[in-house]
């Protein structure tokens, strides 16, 4: 830390750029352990080629050899368009803030299946590969270290001289000796002696030597300044602006001021960030400020993320300002979607912090927390919150009776996942749901896949032996109340049910009829998941007819029809689908990776 890393990168990539116009550069600088926001980020870099940006933003991030396969079609179809003369320079800074096994394996795909003029520039703190993979990355490794980047004394006596420090040999001797070469240090001393003739204590410690030197000789307005823009782990002109309204004085000279100052703040597109050292120095003095100015300050910030609809961060700013009223609002303008596996503990833990008070002021938001409490496997959790919502709904007097029932609608909803696969279970839910409803529901996205990525609704819901004639008449008496209140949420289920039921009996006409009826039905609501499962038995009734040639066009279609519609959570389930006829055909060398 504080050896010059970035500041070096940026140098050359510039001079780079200038010299040689076949250089093209794609830069990311990861600013948390989420993989989130490291997805947020890559996305980002492609917001200048939108149709890759949206497919990326589907995609989300690769976690097996399918998605990664994926993402490397996509990186690849997006190089294509620049000349394969060019070298391509992926530049990732401060990766030392994942986990190491999720960039090593990341790279070590990237490195195997990009373009060969593609290269990685990676920047952190620790080791980035252990000697095992330094071995099998041979000379393609290229390695920089704080050893190659400290300055030793000749060069140090020749960067006062260039920084115009009037110090004598002597004393440029004594401060190669007690900084060890370390640039921030060095950096820090000539701030200081530039005001005092003197070097720093080589007691204090680098935090205390930033206060010191780049704080303590600020007035009042740009230190202030300084410490509340630490609250952002990196923020643009017009998020300055806003977080410092209120406090007078014109917040773009500030920055200004602070961006030619202060060798610690670096900007790239419009996006200002502290170097960690300078974080951690004015985030101690934010810490010592008075609780209601942080908590305002944190909220503010959440605000200017939810005019963004940059929910995540939105959340985490609430959070940190134990503003949960608007934390809640998030959460029912979000609906969640912006909460995933890795966020999971912070989501329980705000809704364990929140208030009882609060908690029944937000009656929708406690509908929303039930399905995603299911999802992370905290049923207890669901339980608490519906309790909650009955609390909140007979003491509410601003809702309608209408709005009130709705509301219900939606806990039965979410409650009815708790009896998954027992269908009649599952339909007295949505039964009670439908008396309740005068909408589709908010506890189902009827964009999202019905069969959880099953390749056959018969496997969901066959659940015992001798059941499955009671089963199929199950499923068509009560799909149609889950249809009603999802919007047509797993069309064509029930037919394909009994399609795939008369398939496994030996009656390949009347599955093959059945088949055509659900295939229908699920395409008018573009239910991509009961379709793959229709493709799948269209593909078994081919092989019953020896059409090989039908099925290979029909795995084809599948994988096109998850491609072209950015189903990419459906390419495992066609993946399944390979891999069956792989086995049943003894074509092993057919098997997907």
């Known amino acids: ?84 003369k060019e070298f391509i320079y992926f530049i990732i800074d401060d990766i ?64 006062a001289e260039q920084c115009g420090i009037r110090a004598s040999a002597d004393e440029i001797d004594e401060l190669a000796d007690m900084s060890e070469g370390w640039l921030s240090v060095i950096y820090l001393n000539f701030k200081a002696y530039e005001k005092n003739k003197k070097w720093l204590s080589v007691s204090s410690d680098i935090i205390s030597l930033i206060k010191e030197v780049l ?92 005019m963004r609809e940059d929910y995540l961060h939105a959340y985490f700013a609430y959070a940190k300002a134990e503003n949960y009223g608007k934390l809640l609002s998030c959460f029912e303008k979000d609906g969640a979607f912006n909460i995933n596996i890795e966020n999971r503990r912070e989501f329980f833990s705000w809704f364990e912090n929140c208030p009882e008070e609060i908690l029944l002021q937000h009656p929708s938001a406690l509908t929303i927390g039930m399905l995603t409490m299911f999802m992370f496997n905290n049923i207890e959790g669901l339980y608490r919150l519906k309790e909650l919502l009955l609390k909140s709904l007979g003491t509410d007097v601003s809702l309608s009776e209408e709005e009130k029932n709705n509301l219900l609608g939606d806990a039965e909803i979410s409650e009815s996942m708790t009896a998954f696969n027992n269908i009649s279970a599952m339909s007295e839910y949505h039964r009670r749901a439908c008396a309740l ?89 573009r239910q991509f998941s009961i379709i793959l499962a229709c493709e799948f038995l269209n593909a078994r009734l081919a092989m019953i007819r020896g059409g090989y040639d039908e099925i290979e066009k029909t795995e084809k279609n599948m994988r096109e029809t998850v491609l072209k519609e950015k189903q990419y959570s459906l390419m495992n389930t066609v993946d399944i689908c390979r891999m069956f006829f792989a086995a049943v055909l003894n074509r092993p060398q057919s098997a997907p990776e």
Request: charged content about 25%; glycine content about 4%; aromatic content about 14%.
């Open 437 to 525: 409803l005068t909408r589709p529901t908010y506890s189902v996205n009827p964009n999202d896949t019905w069969t959880f990525e099953s390749p056959s609704v018969l496997m969901l819901y066959h659940r015992q032996v001798g059941a499955a004639d009671s089963e199929n008449k199950e499923m068509k008496d009560c799909m149609p109340y889950y249809y009603r209140v999802s919007d047509g949420h797993g069309s064509g289920a029930e037919h394909c049910f009994e399609a795939e039921l008369y398939y496994e009996r030996g009656d390949f006409i009347r599955a093959e009829i059945l088949n055509r009826t659900a295939i229908s039905a699920a395409r008018k609501k």
């Open 1 to 84: 830390m504080g050896y010059g890393k970035t500041t070096a990168v940026k140098w050359w990539s510039s001079r780079r750029t200038k010299s040689n116009e076949s250089s093209q550069f794609f830069k990311l600088t990861v600013i948390s352990y989420s993989v989130a926001d490291l997805w947020s980020g890559i996305c980002r870099i492609f917001r200048g080629h939108p149709d890759v940006h949206k497919q990326l933003k589907a995609l989300g991030f690769p976690t097996n050899n399918q998605s990664l396969y994926l993402f490397a079609d996509i990186m690849n179809s997006v190089l294509a368009e620049y000349d394969d």
């Open 96 to 159: 030392h803030l994942l986990p190491s096994y999720l960039i090593t394996s990341f790279i070590f795909f990237f490195e195997k299946n990009m373009a060969g003029n593609v290269r990685f520039v990676l920047m952190s703190r620790n080791q980035i590969f252990n000697e095992k993979e330094k071995m099998e990355l041979g000379n393609r490794l290229y390695e920089i270290s704080y050893l190659d980047l400290r300055l030793d004394a000749d060069e140090l006596h020749e960067y």
């Open 215 to 306: 704080l303590d000789p600020l007035d009042e307005e740009r230190r202030e300044f300084l410490i509340l823009m630490s609250i952002s782990d990196e923020f643009t002109k017009e998020q300055a602006a806003y977080l410092w309204e209120g406090h007078g004085g014109d917040s773009e000279k500030l920055l200004n001021y602070h961006t030619k100052n202060n060798a610690f703040i670096t900007k790239t597109d419009n996006h200002y960030r502290y170097h960690h050292m300078l974080r951690e120095c004015t985030q101690h003095l934010f810490s010592k400020k008075p609780e209601e100015y942080r908590r305002q300050s944190y909220t503010r910030l959440g605000d200017w993320y939810m």
